[in-house]
């Protein structure tokens, strides 16, 4: 099996109101690099990758076939704290604050304004959890 590099066995596909937004938060608030973009002919896009860490997602302006639609997700960053931080610079608003969790993360989260949660983890516990 082929997988294009950046891109894992499942990769997120956001259809959202508002595209353009959401992946300045992608980028901005969660500090990813949009990688390609491909707009249908009336402007809206149809397509955009960005790399968040080692993951890439795909973005398009959600249509009445594919509309908007929110989900969660788990993201591992090297500092949680500034992480959550700069995600509610950016819009994001907030779920939980930042602790530290039993299951050896450090944990926060928010929700961005596309109705997604993010749950910003940093791993502080360098072995396996067992309960």
């Not at 294009?4 to 956001?14: K, L, Q, R, S, V």
């Not at 968040?52 to 969660?72: F, L």
């Not at 944990?107 to 961005?112: L, S």
Request: aromatic share 12%; hydrophobic share 35%; with cysteine.
């Amino acid at each position: 099996m082929y997988i294009p590099p950046g891109f894992n066995t499942i990769t997120p596909y956001f259809f959202v109101k508002d595209a353009e937004s959401f992946i300045a938060f992608l980028v901005n608030g969660l500090g990813g690099s949009e990688t390609c973009r491909t707009m249908r002919p009336n402007g809206h896009i149809l397509n955009v990758q960005v790399v968040i860490g080692t993951s890439t997602v795909m973005v398009s302006e959600a249509t009445i076939e594919y509309p908007n639609m929110g989900c969660a997700f788990y993201l591992y960053v090297e500092n949680a704290d500034a992480s959550m931080k700069r995600a509610i610079e950016h819009g994001a608003s907030l779920e939980m604050d930042v602790q530290d969790m039993p299951y050896g993360d450090r944990q926060g989260g928010v929700r961005d304004k596309h109705g997604n949660i993010w749950w910003v983890s940093e791993r502080v516990l360098h072995e396996p959890y067992t309960s």
